[in-house]
């Protein structure tokens, strides 16, 4: 039993976990004896009791979500997919799962789909994770020829077929039912909910989405049990987490970590603190679609209920962090523009409200900013910024930064505006913000 | 039915409705984009944004769409809350962003949903200082304009035409603010039904460019209420003028007839009246065979001198004119001397279609076409014989995806959602037809048979109706049988009576299963039935053996349709016609009838709907309507309404027309319907380079129709209403303003009582299949949307989509026949194009009906002879390439 069960295959310089290894420490174990031996009911109990909840950022309680599939009707496929579109920018944790520990992954998806009574599964992943692409699929030739994936899984009448499927790449397919849209074919939009993937997803069928961290949580659940998993967590929420951080701090990087860490542990413990010469202004805690917390946040523990009772979410749980030599302005403009890029066009809201919000952040930015630019900026926010406003949750979560920002950076931007110039430019390489 | 609260008011919610209809059905204004009466939500343009709140706490509520929200009882709402009106306002800024506010110089303009949107939400003052999205326009052929710029990104339009319409060459590309909705390269629409584009765009995206041709300002047109004369169906269109021009046809909503939507060539055909092939005024033909141009009354006392003179006086009637122009000619001739202009075959057909009428079994009206969940289409090319036909059918397909919403509790408005649920799942649709057909993307089972197997196969059916003996035909048997409410549908485009029969002898087999069944069968022109009620006793060839030797020719190109021989003893020639054709180059006498748009008349469609067709505007010079032409010439003139009352003295059970439009007496509060608009700006500048004394406007004495602006308009009926128009509505969408629900009936009253008693039981034909077809020789005629009717051909939008001649048969046939693909065959000295399609049932040979091969009535297979080195044009290459992908 391990504390980080998630990266405990992953050592340095061994490079990615093969089948022999992994099996070796005990992988395909959970298959083994789960597959046929089990009832799928049972299994879908004991994930409800661990509490484990989404890692893709809405942090949505998985067993619940399970629990919304129909019981099996014998008339067609029903589908398990690993949402590995990792697009959201600063994170980079899943990457890392996939690279370095791929059965863990197919693992968990083969789990999955048993007690969701799924038979096909995809994984749909962004093509730049050119390395992680190739090591699943030899993985998965490795784990059908070992005889736990495709037909009669480990000899019982479960049959279960995995494949991979690269994204062409748009931000909007690492929401759920843009995914299930892309997959088909079709324009990568969301669907309107209901009706839930769980009753009409992929091709109108029962469809499970997962994050990729979400999956590879489910074998050490049903290996060690729900109890195990809860008593991870430092405090409410079980389980551990793949933390990161990424700007001007001494080592950047990824960590597993019990949920609940505090965050001034992540920042200035596994991160070694601020760069020298730089002083924290404030992070973004889950990716670029979370509001922006300060330093008098350090010591929140790093928990959904705690970060949303601060103002933020936890969302991929990967910070970005702002120093005080770069210009918050320019980042926010900065990732304005990704989202108004990566806009699916469908609703109005969003197609029209982000390039507008863009253009007048992009004007503050190079010292064009007027009085009224606040005011539109506010107005825009609260117009794109509620759930319910847009078709999907891409809009709401790109006004996080703004309205965060607006909130706790008020001064830069009106510095902008009165002094006609960006009062960070003589550093232009901090200017551009943090990608 | 819920009761919901609005603002404080208690509504009673129509079932399964969603909130936005249920407000618009209340008349409470909500303004919307991508909601469509006739396809449903998908909540894309937030524009019909309101606030729900959670229970009678709530005070602050939450936005939603109400076009995605369910009403159930108790739910309380505020469209006026300050949060939803600014909001909407919103909405309308950011859409406007990169609009380019032309409305001025925008065909849309005064019609604009856009406008009306804008102005309802009260969004006025801009703070947007950027740069505007620029697309380059495409070319999308010759009916429909491209405006990119003024996009609002919608997606009315690829939702219509994709999902609705079935079409696959315009889609979304791109994403963001610049999603762009077009063809992937420019070039012709290819659907049948785009020209709707144009109404369903809620701005000038997707224009008429037959109308921007020629443009006006749309409050500047007269606009009477007509019913399209380019196939069976009877559609309702309005037609407009200006400057005695037809300008533009557009959708007249008739909840159980077309619905939204109208054909290419209904929308585009009626080019035709402003055609230079007009005949413009009487012309008699002098002895060396050229016509002198004379003023009317020469021209009907020359008439009267050829009728008294005769030695056996005939009149020949037209499927394609008016009840009111037969019955007038019928006054003229008397009965017996009257034939309705058909042929021994069409009679036949007809009369087979009448049988059906009067039968107990069920013709749905064409809107009803759509609840059919299981269909069979015997024989007919419905998308190019009876078009709008097969956009109804192509939404019956989808009675199975609506089965599965309802199981799945997901809302049948929803519409993406019940798409995405329902895939490619979809209700049976068998086809027989020879060659491969519009439909077959969305049947279930496509048959390629030649016509007598077609027969044969519509027999075996019929018989395994009743056995269960385990065929390819109890299959198809059973798909009937099983269906809720089954459809059987055919028509007249094969030109077999036959066919007709087998198909009626399959509807009563399965209407012995059940009594939900229908049957559809499409006739062949406007009028047909029609004219089949008046005389369909007797044939254009049983009254011409008589040996009469002078004929009054009514709207009927006898010469092409009738064999040569036939004509032989008609010495004498008098023609009634609009437009100049080869049997108006034959007349003794040409008189110039009124177009559809010039004179009033009652039409009955394939499914026995009796309809009146408006005058537009007063024709030029001498011009006028052929009833008027023929009772002048019996004494004196009589109105459309005399002849009408008329013919019902005679006919008891035509009495029903009579009553579907009021007469010319009627009024409203002392007033006429006014065909111009309120608005209407231009008519004092129409002649103010002559004179700036307006001219007095033209009385119209036969209709209760004005040629002004003055006038009551709203208040008027379904039938004489000439424009669709509600304050603050001022595009196509107003007529929810007239609906007591979104895309139900007019709220105005019509007489709904049938032409047919729909009571006498029917026996089964005897069916002879060998006398009809000669196997291996068989020659089919294809129709096509442009190209096969007479009058739209004549629109010079149209004539560009008339495909070059081909013959196209399969490879087996074609090696028997020494034919090879892309090669050139000979027939009657018309050079054509061969086409080897294996998709053409074997021993059929296939050429269009198209002006350019009418020499062709009546050739064998064995005519057609190669020619060698033949090069084909290359316009005859396109049109021939295109014709192979089963398009245009």
């Not at chain 2, 001649?805 to 087996?812: A, E, L």
Request: proline share 5%.
């Amino acid at each position: 039993m391990s504390d980080r069960p998630l990266t405990k295959n992953i050592v340095d310089h061994e490079g990615p976990t093969g089948i022999a290894r992994y099996e070796a420490r005990g992988g395909y174990s959970a298959v083994r004896d789960t597959i046929g031996k089990l009832d799928p009911n049972a299994v879908l109990d004991i994930i409800k009791d661990s509490n484990l909840r989404g890692r893709g950022g809405a942090g949505f309680p998985t067993g619940m979500k399970w629990s919304f599939v129909p019981k099996p009707d014998g008339k067609g496929h029903r589908y398990l997919v690993a949402n590995a579109d990792e697009m959201e920018p600063g994170t980079f944790k899943d990457r890392l799962l996939m690279e370095l520990d791929p059965h863990q992954l197919i693992e968990g998806m083969i789990l999955s789909a048993y007690t969701l009574s799924a038979d096909v599964g995809y994984i749909f992943i962004r093509g730049e994770y050119h390395v992680a692409i190739s090591r699943l699929n030899e993985a998965i030739a490795q784990a059908e020829k070992a005889g736990y994936l495709g037909d009669q899984v480990s000899g019982s009448k479960f049959s279960f077929k995995l494949h991979v499927h690269v994204s062409a790449g748009r931000y909007i397919c690492g929401e759920e039912t843009a995914l299930l849209n892309s997959l088909e074919g079709k324009r990568a939009t969301p669907r309107t909910k209901p009706p839930f993937p769980q009753v009409s997803g992929l091709w109108g069928r029962p469809t499970i989405v997962n994050n990729v961290e979400t999956l590879c949580n489910i074998t050490h659940i049903i290996t060690y049990g729900a109890e195990w998993f809860r008593q991870l967590g430092r405090g409410s929420d079980g389980g551990t987490k793949l933390f990161g951080a990424s700007g001007r701090v001494k080592h950047p990087g990824c960590w597993e970590l019990p949920m609940g860490t505090p965050i001034r542990e992540i920042l200035e413990g596994c991160a070694g603190g601020m760069a020298d010469g730089y002083e924290l202004k404030g992070f973004l805690p889950g990716g670029a679609s979370t509001d922006f917390l300060i330093a008098e946040h350090l010591d929140i523990p790093m928990e959904y209920e705690t970060i949303m009772q601060a103002g933020s979410r936890m969302g991929t749980g990967t910070m970005i962090i702002l120093d005080d030599r770069a210009c918050p302005v320019g980042m926010i403009a900065n990732l304005e523009k990704f989202f108004a890029r990566e806009s699916c066009g469908f609703c109005t809201p969003c197609r029209e409200g982000l390039p507008w919000v863009q253009q007048v952040l992009d004007k503050i930015e190079v010292g064009n900013g007027s009085d009224s630019d606040l005011g539109i900026l506010e107005k825009q926010a609260s117009f794109i910024g509620a759930i319910g406003n847009t078709h999907c949750a891409h809009a709401p979560g790109a006004m996080e930064p703004l309205t965060s920002g607006l909130k706790y950076f008020r001064d830069d931007f009106i510095n902008h505006i009165t002094s006609k110039s960006c009062p960070y430019s003589t550093n232009q390489s901090a200017k551009r913000g943090v990608s | 039915m819920p009761n919901i609260i609005v603002d404080g008011q208690t509504i009673e919610a129509k079932d399964g409705a969603n909130l936005l209809e249920v407000l618009l059905n209340e008349g409470i204004n909500v303004p919307y984009f991508c909601w469509h009466p006739a396809m449903g939500s998908i909540g894309a343009c937030r524009q019909c944004a309101v606030v729900g709140y959670a229970n009678e706490d709530d005070t602050r509520g939450r936005i939603m769409m109400s076009c995605m929200t369910p009403v159930s009882e108790g739910a309380r709402f505020s469209v006026n809350a300050d949060n939803a009106e600014s909001f909407r306002e919103s909405v309308v800024e950011n859409l406007m962003l990169n609009h380019p506010h032309d409305c001025p110089v925008c065909e849309e303009g005064g019609e604009c949903h856009l406008q009306d949107m804008t102005v309802m939400v009260g969004h006025r003052d801009r703070q947007y200082e950027g740069l505007k999205t620029t697309y380059r326009n495409q070319y999308l052929g010759p009916f429909i304009g491209h405006e990119m710029n003024r996009c609002i990104t919608c997606y009315r339009c690829v939702r219509y035409y994709k999902d609705y319409a079935g079409g696959d060459d315009l889609s979304a590309f791109g994403s963001r603010d610049r999603v762009f909705f077009g063809r992937a390269e420019s070039g012709v629409l290819e659907n049948e039904f785009a020209g709707n584009l144009i109404e369903v765009c809620p701005t000038g995206v997707f224009t008429d460019k037959t109308f921007s041709k020629h443009y006006t300002r749309k409050w500047d047109l007269q606009t009477a209420p007509t019913v399209c004369q380019s196939c069976s169906l009877g559609c309702n269109t309005y037609t407009s003028e200006r400057y005695g021009e037809v300008r533009r046809v557009h959708n007249r909503y008739n909840h159980e007839v077309n619905g939204y939507f109208l054909c290419d060539r209904g929308r585009f055909g009626a080019g035709h009246v402003n055609s230079a092939n007009r005949i413009p005024q009487a012309g008699i033909r002098n002895s060396d065979g050229r016509y002198d141009p004379v003023d009317l009354e020469t021209a009907l006392s020359a008439v009267s001198d050829l009728m008294s003179s005769s030695d056996g006086l005939i009149g020949i009637g037209s499927p394609r004119a008016s009840l009111e122009a037969n019955e007038a000619l019928i006054q003229l001739v008397g009965e017996e001397n009257y034939c309705n202009g058909m042929t021994d075959n069409e009679c036949e057909m007809h009369q087979v279609i009448l049988d059906v009428l009067a039968s107990d079994l069920i013709t749905p009206a064409m809107a009803e076409v759509e609840d059919y969940d299981a269909i069979i289409i015997v024989g007919e090319d419905i998308t190019n014989h009876a078009p709008r036909l097969a956009l109804s059918i192509r939404q019956s397909i989808r009675q199975r995806a609506g089965e599965l919403a309802e199981s799945s509790g997901i809302a049948l408005w929803h519409d993406a959602a019940v798409r995405e649920l329902a895939q490619a799942e979809k209700s049976p649709l068998t086809l027989l037809t020879p060659m491969a057909d519009r439909l077959d993307d969305v049947a279930t089972h496509s048959i390629r048979l030649a016509p007598n197997e077609i027969i044969n196969k519509t027999i075996e059916i019929t018989n395994a109706v009743n056995d269960a003996t385990p065929s390819s035909a109890r299959e198809i048997a059973q798909t009937l049988i099983e269906a809720k409410k089954p459809l059987i549908v055919s028509g007249t485009s094969l030109n077999s009576p036959n066919i007709l029969k087998a198909t009626t002898n399959l509807a009563i087999a399965v209407a012995q299963h059940n009594p939900e069944t229908g049957i559809f069968l499409c006739a062949h022109e406007s009028n047909s039935v029609g004219a089949s009620l008046l005389g369909s006793d007797r044939s254009g060839e049983a009254l011409l053996a008589t040996k009469p030797n002078t004929a009054i020719v009514l709207e009927n190109d006898i010469y092409s349709r009738f064999a040569e021989g036939a004509l032989e003893s008609i010495d004498h020639l008098v023609v009634l016609t609009p437009l100049d054709d080869s049997t108006a180059s034959q007349a003794d006498v040409v008189l110039p009838a009124g177009s559809f748009a010039e004179a009033e008349g009652t039409f009955i469609n394939s499914e026995g709907r009796s309809q009146r067709s408006m005058v537009v505007f007063k024709p030029k010079g001498d011009i006028a309507p052929s009833y008027q032409l023929l009772t002048r010439l019996a004494g004196h003139a009589k109105q459309a309404s005399t002849l009408r009352s008329e013919l019902a003295a005679r006919h008891e059970a035509l009495q029903p027309i009579t009553s579907i439009a009021p007469n010319e007496q009627f009024r409203i509060a002392g007033s006429k319907v006014a065909r111009m608009t309120h608005r209407s700006s231009g008519r004092t500048a129409m002649s103010a380079d002559i004179s700036v004394r307006e001219k007095r406007q033209p009385e119209d004495q036969e209709s209760a129709l004005a040629f002004t602006m003055e006038g009551n308009q709203q208040q008027a009926p379904a039938a004489l209403r000439t424009y669709s128009w509600s304050p603050g509505w001022n595009s196509n969408q107003s007529i929810h303003k007239f609906q007591d629900e979104v895309g139900g009936p007019d709220r105005s009253a019509v007489d709904k009582r049938p032409l047919f008693e729909q009571t006498r039981r029917l026996t089964p034909y005897d069916i002879s299949v060998e006398s009809e077809f000669d196997p291996g020789q068989i020659v089919i005629l294809q129709q096509h949307i442009f190209g096969s009717d007479p009058s739209s051909n004549e629109a010079e939008e149209i004539a560009s989509l008339i495909p070059q001649p081909y013959v196209r048969m399969n490879s087996t046939t074609a090696s028997s026949l020494a034919l090879t693909h892309r090669g050139g065959a000979k027939c009657r000295d018309i050079e054509m194009m061969v086409l080897v399609d294996d998709d053409v049932a074997e021993g059929c040979l296939i050429y269009p009906s198209i002006p350019a091969t009418t020499a062709l009535a009546g050739v064998a297979s064995t005519d057609f002879t190669a020619i060698e080195g033949w090069i084909a044009p290359s316009e005859a290459v396109k049109a021939s390439l295109i014709t192979t992908d089963g398009a245009r």
